[in-house]
């Protein structure tokens, strides 16, 4: 099995500002996602992030909005940019280890 | 990729045997099928993934018929804290690999 951290668990921001939301695996793992969930809604994908090139972002979602890193095979960010009401949601990070686990998720409420 | 659909909601009282059915009309072969629980606030929780027939662990059982086209989910005795949403997906464990696309899910309510 693969345990998944995320930072911040929960935040609070201003519309307009930007978040990074931060995600440690405790080992290697060559595939790791970004997910969405609304409130009261099923999960999204918003993209792969690849280890030493670009994020592959899913229909809907674009490289200004959500920029992507991945250092390592470790860990990766998420950054939440010019923030808006309507991006309220839970962030959720997510690698393959035989199957495919999820992180506990950030909770983002955007003012 | 393979699109699955679930009841939107089922009803149960603590103690009862809880099956719920997935349906997945266009599983390609190299298509597995796991199941998820998710409580609110928390991230999705892996629970069982089978690719034919039968797979049992300490949680649940996983039955999926010959034609793979639909698979069971079963939670034997359930109690209040199974109240969760449980989700049904299907994707290629093998080198094809991409992420796990999630559907609606079943909302499951435990009444004592």
């Known amino acids: 099995s693969a345990v998944i951290s995320q930072k911040p668990s929960r935040d609070i921001c201003q519309r307009g500002t930007s978040l990074t939301i931060q995600c440690q695996v405790d080992?290697?793992?060559?595939?790791m996602f970004w997910y969405r969930q609304q409130p009261g809604q099923s999960l999204t994908l918003i993209a792969t992030a690849n280890q030493g090139s670009e994020a592959t972002y899913e229909s809907g979602f674009v490289i200004d909005k959500f920029p992507i890193s991945r250092p390592n095979l470790t860990f990766s960010t998420l950054t939440v940019s010019n923030m808006s009401p309507e991006d309220s949601s839970i962030y959720l990070c997510?690698?393959?280890?035989?199957?495919?686990?999820f992180g506990p998720g950030t909770r983002l409420l955007v003012l | 990729l393979a699109k699955t659909t679930q009841p939107i909601s089922m009803d149960s009282y603590e103690g009862q045997e809880v099956n719920i059915t997935c349906s997945h009309n266009?599983?390609?072969?190299?298509?597995?099928i796991t199941w998820y629980q998710q409580f609110p606030s928390q991230g999705p929780r892996f629970i069982i993934q089978g690719y034919k027939t039968k797979v049992t662990n300490e949680v649940a059982s996983l039955f999926i018929p010959a034609d793979r086209k639909s698979s069971t989910l079963s939670l034997p005795r359930v109690s209040l804290s199974d109240t969760a949403v449980y989700y049904c997906?299907?994707?290629?464990?093998?080198?094809?690999?991409?992420?796990?696309?999630f559907g609606s899910g079943t909302r499951l309510q435990v009444q004592p």
């Open positions: 997510s690698v393959v280890k035989e199957t495919q686990y």
């Open positions: 997906l299907v994707g290629d464990m093998g080198t094809g690999r991409r992420a796990l696309t």
């Open positions: 080992s290697q793992v060559t595939m």
């Open positions: 266009n599983i390609a072969t190299n298509d597995y």
